[in-house]
């Protein structure tokens, strides 16, 4: 019992955890998921309790399920925050304005049982700002009903929790790539150990006939072996199972060499431009490792041009001088690479 018998509420006690995030942090046991009032009706705005709703943090919107609808009677000022829309944009609105395209159906159909049956529930399901941004929003709706037991209204509170959503779909892609890494490791070791049989052998057959009917499907064998041991390496550095091995690598040749599995990879709506610059000096590199972090730059180039469009490699001869330490170089002679 609150407010000298005025209301009453019936704890959580737990009973809506692993559902949706918590702000509290912790299990919640002592919030109500049910209350019931003595006096209903919102035009006693002149106390305190009203103006800790109004500076709280916290989104939140009182609807009426008397009214044609279930419309939003009440929504605080963290609501006009948290959606951008104004109060004479939303009181008399149901709160489905707030979905979208991609808003779970299975979730707006939890919300909707917990209305018609009079309970509590708590969601994450996707809404969308006035601006037409998306959110998840952990929501959190309750009933209150007055002394007679007639149900006055639904309370909702909201939560952005995009963030912890993003960074749980990050943890998840990176173990799930940590996985086919050691996948793929395994492989490349594998077919590296089958392609050091092959090479030998193609080895001691060339060594063996200088007829040059065989020795032509020997070497185009044997080129086929080494194009399989480089893809091997590639495998390996997506693996990230091999070490650096920095050596003078021709920049040019190796894009030019790589050009093929680029366009390959971009697939056909992604036109790839070469831009070389003739006679530029030998980089030292890693060359596996070079390819591997070109070809990471152009899918994220890819993925950020879904209807397709041009992307241009290049390369230059530049000397970084006053400018060395806004690169974290030393001053020199580089060879630069860029994509755009």
Same mark, same amino acid.
């Given at each position: ?19 949706? $995030? ?105 809404? $969308? ?23 006055? $209204? ?187």
């Amino acid at each position: 019992m609150q407010g000298e018998g005025q209301s009453i509420g019936i704890p959580a006690a737990g009973e809506h955890e692993n559902v949706s $995030y918590n702000p509290t942090g912790g299990p919640g046991i002592h919030h109500w998921q049910e209350a019931t009032i003595t006096k209903a009706g919102l035009g006693e705005r002149g106390n305190v309790f009203f103006a800790a709703i109004e500076m709280t943090r916290m989104p939140i919107v009182l609807t009426d399920p008397n009214l044609p609808d279930n419309p939003i009677v009440f929504a605080n000022r963290a609501f006009q925050d948290l959606t951008g829309y104004q109060e004479d944009e939303v009181l008399g609105r149901n709160c489905r304005f707030l979905q979208g395209a991609h808003t779970d159906r299975e979730a707006v159909a939890e919300l909707r049982d917990a209305v018609s049956e009079h309970r509590a529930v708590s969601v994450e399901l996707l809404n $969308y700002k006035r601006d037409g941004t998306p959110f998840w929003n952990a929501c959190f709706l309750a009933p209150v009903f007055d002394t007679d037991g007639k149900l006055l $209204y639904f309370f909702a509170s909201q939560l952005d929790v995009t963030r912890r959503r993003t960074s749980e779909q990050a943890f998840r892609q990176a173990q799930k790539m940590e996985s086919i890494g050691q996948l793929t490791a395994g492989l490349a070791h594998d077919f590296n150990n089958l392609l050091q049989v092959v090479s030998g052998n193609l080895e001691l057959a060339l060594s063996r006939t200088d007829d040059e009917s065989l020795r032509r499907p020997l070497e185009n064998a044997s080129r086929a072996a080494e194009r399989g041991s480089k893809l091997t390496k590639q495998l390996l550095a997506f693996a990230r199972k091999t070490r650096l091995e920095a050596k003078p690598t021709n920049l040019n040749n190796l894009i030019v060499e790589f050009g093929e599995m680029l366009e390959n990879s971009v697939g056909p709506q992604v036109e790839v431009q070469l831009n070389l610059r003739p006679r530029v000096p030998a980089a030292l590199v890693d060359p596996v490792h070079l390819e591997m972090a070109v070809l990471n730059v152009l899918i994220n180039a890819r993925d950020a041009m879904p209807k397709g469009g041009c992307v241009t490699i290049g390369t230059s001869k530049m000397h970084l001088n006053g400018n060395a330490a806004a690169h974290h170089l030393p001053p020199g002679d580089y060879v630069a690479h860029d994509q755009g």
